[in-house]
């Protein structure tokens, strides 16, 4: 039986070392669990647009980065030689 189902065993022994650690009594409800993944949802709904243009903002500064590169002429060799001086 242990051979058969020893991946299994191992998983839960994990979670219960895992649980263990956390230093918790009971396990919380399922009920507790889903109101907590709700909340956390609607809070990820509700940064998202942040996100979003953070992001759509970080693919304009890379473009022009790029455009500003390419208009100077810079290839890759300069450019991690700069990067080399830089660090120094």
């Known amino acids: 039986f242990y051979e058969q189902h020893s991946s299994e065993i191992t998983a839960c022994q ?3 070392r895992y649980f263990n650690s956390l230093g918790l009594k009971k396990l919380p409800s399922m009920q507790s669990l ?7 949802q609607a809070e990820k709904k509700k940064r998202y647009p942040e996100y979003r243009q953070a992001k759509e903002k970080m693919i304009e500064l890379l473009t ?3 455009n500003v590169e390419r208009i100077l ?3 890759e060799k300069e ?7 830089r660090a120094r």
């Open 34 to 40: 889903k109101q907590e993944y709700a909340v956390l």
């Open 64 to 66: 022009a980065k790029n």
């Open 14 to 16: 994990a979670a219960k």
């Open 79 to 85: 450019k991690n030689r700069d990067r080399q001086q």
């Open 73 to 75: 002429g810079l290839t």
